[in-house]
């Protein structure tokens, strides 16, 4: 089955961007020369200025500490205040310290949290309701021109994957590399951030809508990933041995200043994250033969680096 | 942007799926009683019948063998058959052997051969022609409905994911999670096979056409994944103490019988493989309340389990 539409889709959004992007992120030249290469995207990140990039916000940032290192998470509280509000409240009351990553399924999520699921919560509640999706009107979208398999619409608001349904006026996180939700069983609202899981592979988009993302890890994905996947059904760990134990939950708030880390993310509301996926979406580095011409919400992890000494992003 | 055609082809399709699958596999019953459950993709896979399977072939069967366990990868002659061909060689030479894992760059790929490039490759070549794709003719693809955001057609040929584009007659191989690839460097035709890589993270469908493919990991996995991420630039090792070696890698046809791990695939040309798309792509499992309704070409892994004892699919 072909897709006709998308090849004009394509070249239509090419044009906008280019429109768009200042002549420094074209690549412009004065007339009479030959045409500049298309930037690559290490090139518009060089390029760009300080205005391009935005600092966490320390009271929604949360450092999950390992043996291994540090795992730093920004929460989403325009997509899922009260599952925020409430893991502000278990990581204040420490009720994450001495729990476990219990679960880790190859291709699928690592999850972390009380094996026991009675651990008090302190201040905190139990279960809080379902936030899978919330109203379309009021997020700024910077929309991809790409089709998705399973949404009308993807984009970005600030540095969270979404997708959207004008259709129903909904929108929702999407399941992408890296993004942070709460478990739940099989009642919508038994969930609430006393456990949590993070995307390690391919993006299980089926599980959009059906369960609540909060946040997505911005630095120390790689301690994460590189879990030993659990034996047990669904890559739960069959010995507690297995388990990796948990230092502390903390939000980089609560934490003191010289002990935080700094980090800056790229905005998505910027010519230059539209220069940026643009030349993520045809990639004119030397090695590519065919650029794709096309991005998958899903693969564009948005860039991080520490914060205002104009350093590599990762 | 909204994509008003999606809707009625997922209709269709799903239609169409209906008309196509056996009563036993539309959980149909006698007029009368209540429209059954449809099935989840796990009771699909316990009515599927021997003739639904299929063993791995020994001949394009290798075995990566790590010092955690063994690697299981199907070679895909019918995509690159140079490719294949040559490998087989350098598994024939022991070329791999005492070599290692240089490289793990998180979210996208482990790489594995010789860091100094200049290990003799006996009697394979150094350096095979490109085969980032093939013509269309002659290859029977199970199609996905699903629109993808990266080709006009996806879908399976025997248990490969693959992409075609029918208006250049052209088909190819796809990036998705546990695909298998032949590093090359910017010359398109300087890959063969010697350095080989897995894909371990979000598909990364812009490699696609653009780098040769030649097989997927059917089994082990999660060995792969979890190798530490390189701290150097690409995801290489810094200090080759990080590098994790490999025993061997063997083509399974000369590895005596009984060393032999003898799995089965699920064949993609059946209707009960219809009918296990179809439960993935709508999930009727109690814990799902909005189904997705499609199918991303690189969120079907393939079911693989031991071969003749019907033991359960992983």
């Given at each position: 089955m072909s897709h006709p539409l998308r090849a004009p889709v394509a070249a239509c959004a090419g044009l906008a961007l280019?429109?768009?992007?200042?002549a420094a992120l074209r690549g412009a030249t004065p007339a009479g020369e030959a045409p500049p290469k298309p930037l690559t995207g290490a090139q518009v990140l060089a390029a760009s200025t300080a205005a391009d990039w935005r600092a966490l916000d320390p009271s929604n940032t949360l450092y999950l500490e390992l043996?291994?290192?540090?795992?730093?998470?920004?929460l989403a509280p325009l997509f899922a205040p009260h599952h925020v509000a409430n893991v502000q409240a278990l990581a204040r009351g420490h009720y994450f310290d001495g729990l476990w990553i219990m679960r880790a399924q190859d291709n699928y999520v690592v999850q972390w949290g009380d094996p026991d699921g009675k651990k008090p919560v302190g201040a905190a509640h139990r279960t809080v309701g379902a936030e899978f999706e919330r109203p379309l009107r009021g997020l700024s979208i910077t929309r991809f021109p790409d089709p998705d398999t399973y949404a009308?619409?993807?984009?970005?608001?600030?540095?969270?994957?979404?997708?959207?349904?004008?259709?129903i006026g909904r929108a929702w996180l999407v399941h992408c590399y890296g993004m942070v939700g709460a478990g739940r069983d099989n009642d919508v609202d038994s969930g609430g951030g006393?456990?949590?899981y993070v995307v390690i592979g391919q993006a299980p988009r089926h599980l959009d809508r059906n369960v609540t993302l909060l946040g997505r890890v911005v630095s120390g994905m790689e301690?994460?990933?590189?879990m030993p996947?659990?034996?047990?059904a669904l890559g739960f760990y069959e010995h507690p041995e297995q388990r990796t134990p948990i230092k502390s939950l903390r939000l980089a708030a609560d934490v003191p200043a010289a002990q935080r880390t700094e980090l800056e993310v790229l905005r998505t509301d910027t010519p230059t994250f539209l220069a940026y996926a643009e030349a993520r979406r045809s990639r004119h580095e030397e090695w590519f033969k065919v650029p794709a011409a096309r991005l998958d919400v899903c693969n564009l992890p948005i860039p991080a680096r520490p914060r205002g000494n104009g350093g590599a992003a990762k």
């Open positions: 280019a429109l768009l992007l200042p043996p291994a290192g540090r795992v730093v998470i920004e009308p619409d993807v984009g970005f608001v600030d540095t969270f994957p979404v997708a959207a349904d004008a259709a006393t456990e949590l301690l994460l990933s590189v996947r659990g034996s047990g």
